[in-house]
C-alpha cells in the first residue's frame, strides 16, 4: 500500500518546530502542497523539505488570524484538503487547585478554542462543499490522570479529544481524527523529556520515547485517502507506556 498525498493542500498549525514540523515535512514529502503556520517566522523551518511548502507568521489564538491564513493558503496553492490543530501552549505546570485565572484561560483559549476557531475557518471556506480531513493532536494526558503537574493541560486535552469524535458526528463526510501521543522527544515536552524521559523510556514495551516522526508518519496515513473510513477517534502512540499504568501522564 502506498501512502500519497500527491495533489492535496494541506495547512499545519505549531509547524516551525517538534510534532508540527515533522507533520508538515512528511505530509509535503508524501506529495502534498504544505502551508506551515508558526506564531513567529522562521525560514529555516522549512530548509531540507522536499516538496511544496510556505510558511505564515499567525497567533493559533487569533480567530482573524484563522480566517485570513485559510483563505491566503487557498489562493496560495488552489484548495485545502487537510488541517492539522497542533499548536498547543502549557503555561501552568502544577497541581489543578492552584492555577490562576489568567494562565487556565490561555491553555484552553490555545489547546480548545483554536482548534475550533480554525477548524470553523476551514470549513466556511472550504470543507463545507468539499470534505476535508480535520487531524487533531491531543495527548494521552487526555485519557487519564495525572499525579504531577499536568492536570489542567490534560483537561484541555480531554476535552479536545471529545470534540474530534463530536465534530466528527456532525459535519460528515469530513473526517475528523485525534492523535494523542505519548512522551515525544521535542522541545515543547523538553522539561519531562529531561527529567523523566530515562525512567519512562526504560519501562515502555518499545524501549524508548516517541520521536516527532513517529507521529508524522501515523498522521500521514490518516490524512491519506487509505484511511477514507475512519473518522471520529483517537488513537494513542506511545510505545506501549499505557499498558503499564504506572507510566500514566
Known amino acids: 500500500m502506498e501512502v500519497s498525498l500527491k495533489g492535496k493542500v494541506a495547512l ?15 505530509f509535503a514529502e508524501s506529495g502534498a502542497s504544505v502551508m506551515m503556520v ?10 531540507g523539505i522536499e516538496g511544496e511548502v510556505a510558511i505564515r507568521p499567525a497567533n493559533v ?3 482573524t488570524a484563522a480566517t485570513d491564513v485559510v483563505r491566503e493558503t487557498i489562493a496560495k496553492f488552489g484548495r485545502l484538503d487537510i488541517l492539522v490543530n497542533n ?6 505546570y502544577g ?14 483559549q490555545i489547546n480548545l478554542k483554536a482548534p475550533l476557531q480554525w ?16 487531524i487533531n493532536i491531543a495527548s494521552v494526558g487526555g485519557l487519564r490522570t495525572d499525579g504531577g503537574g499536568l492536570g489542567v493541560y490534560n483537561l484541555t486535552k480531554a476535552a479536545l479529544i471529545h470534540f474530534t469524535r463530536q ?22 515536552a523538553g522539561f519531562l523529556v529531561e527529567n523523566f524521559g530515562d525512567k519512562i523510556a526504560a519501562t515502555v514495551p518499545l524501549k524508548r520515547l ?26 494513542v502512540i506511545d510505545g506501549g507506556a499505557g499498558l503499564n499504568t504506572s507510566n500514566a501522564g
Not at 499545519?12 to 512528511?26: D, E, F, H, M, Y
Not at 477548524?119 to 480535520?134: C, D, L, M
Open 167 to 188: 465534530l466528527a458526528s456532525e459535519i460528515g463526510p469530513n473526517r475528523v481524527i485525534g492523535i494523542a501521543p505519548g512522551l515525544v522527544k521535542t522541545d515543547f
Open 119 to 134: 477548524t470553523q475557518a476551514a470549513y466556511e471556506a472550504s470543507f463545507k462543499e468539499n470534505p476535508g480531513v480535520i
Open 95 to 108: 497541581p489543578t487547585m492552584g492555577v490562576d485565572e489568567g494562565r487556565y484561560d490561555k491553555t484552553f
Open 38 to 47: 508558526s506564531r513567529k517566522i522562521d525560514e529555516s523551518a522549512m530548509e
Open 61 to 63: 489564538g487569533d480567530p
Open 12 to 26: 499545519v498549525t505549531g509547524a516551525s518546530r517538534g510534532i508540527g514540523l515533522a507533520i508538515a515535512k512528511t
Open 87 to 92: 499548536a498547543a501552549t502549557n503555561p501552568y
Open 210 to 235: 516517541g520521536e516527532p516522526e513517529d507521529i508524522a508518519n501515523f498522521a500521514t496515513f490518516l490524512a491519506s485517502d487509505s484511511a477514507s473510513w475512519i473518522t471520529g477517534e483517537t488513537y
